[in-house]
């Protein structure tokens, strides 16, 4: 059984900067892949970012390639995701994911476990 727990939303103005993090619990974290998904009023969930457990590969959506970060700290159990240059499009709450297949938190479907999300808003 893993815990995620997101914590770091809130509310920032355009351009501006938050770094979310996701502390998981278990022994396995390190195996885990972890995912960063969100989701907006009236929208579907999408993933955000994605980092594998086996060698750190990572996934970025197109919409946040070069501004967002995804990191881990397997000695913390942890996961980030670094957002810079924040956009209105990208007010949303926030979600941590993780599964031991890589593949499953790429497709966002199937994913063994979630955490209850963070609201993110980015003012104009």
């Known amino acids: 059984q893993v815990r995620l727990v997101e914590s770091g939303g809130g509310l920032v103005q355009s351009g501006g900067s938050l770094r979310l993090s996701c502390a998981a619990s278990g022994r396995t974290f390190s195996s885990y892949a972890m995912g960063w998904f969100r989701q907006a009023p009236g929208k579907e969930r999408s993933v955000v970012a994605a980092i594998s457990g086996s060698d750190g590969s990572t996934y970025y959506a197109d919409s946040v390639k070069g501004r967002f970060t995804i990191s881990r700290d397997n000695a913390k159990n942890t996961v980030y995701l670094q957002m810079n240059s924040l956009k209105p499009e990208d007010t949303a709450t926030y979600y941590c994911?993780?599964?031991?297949?890589?593949?499953?938190?790429?497709?966002?479907?199937?994913?063994?476990?979630w955490g209850k999300g963070t609201l993110v808003t980015v003012s104009s």
């Open positions: 994911a993780a599964d031991p297949l890589y593949e499953m938190v790429l497709l966002g479907r199937g994913v063994d476990y």
